[in-house]
Nanobody, 121 residues
Framework: VQLVESGGDLVQPGGSLRLSCAAS????????MSWVRQRPGKGLEWVST????????KYADSVKGRFTISRDNAKNTLYLQMSSLKPEDTAVYYC???????????????RGQGTQVTVSS
């Protein structure tokens, strides 16, 4: 399993950003995927999950209505579109592979190396 996140950047409050996660080493279309994040000085926090067929989504209350998770199974890529960003969204963002197609449960491994998102003026 290899997961490579990208797209992190410094952005102003209220701005938008799209993260990508390139997956390889497994049949991407067979597994649900998640985004998790780690804020400075904090533990890992679940953000969102999408099932294998891109039909069912789950979001943490802190990002609901602002973040959108999606995937392109033909490109083996997971996305996180983030809008109306707040300083408290500052974190390293990781994508995580689920052990099955559905969205039940929360997992934090395996994950990639992460991409840094900083929201600051």
């Amino acid at each position: 399993v290899q997961l490579v996140e990208s797209g992190g950047d410094l952005v102003q409050p209220g701005g938008s950003l799209r993260l990508s996660c390139a997956a390889s080493g497994f049949t991407f279309s067979n597994y649900a995927m998640s985004w998790v994040r780690q804020r400075p000085g904090k533990g890992l926090e679940w953000v969102s999950t999408l099932d294998s067929g891109a039909r069912i989504t789950k979001y943490a209350d802190s990002v609901k209505g602002r973040f959108t998770i999606s995937r392109d199974n033909a490109k083996n890529t997971l996305y996180l579109q983030m809008s109306s960003l707040k300083p408290e969204d500052t974190a390293v963002y990781y994508c995580v592979k689920f052990p099955y197609p559905g969205v039940s449960g929360a997992y934090f491994e395996p994950r990639g190396q992460g991409t840094q998102v900083t929201v600051s003026s």
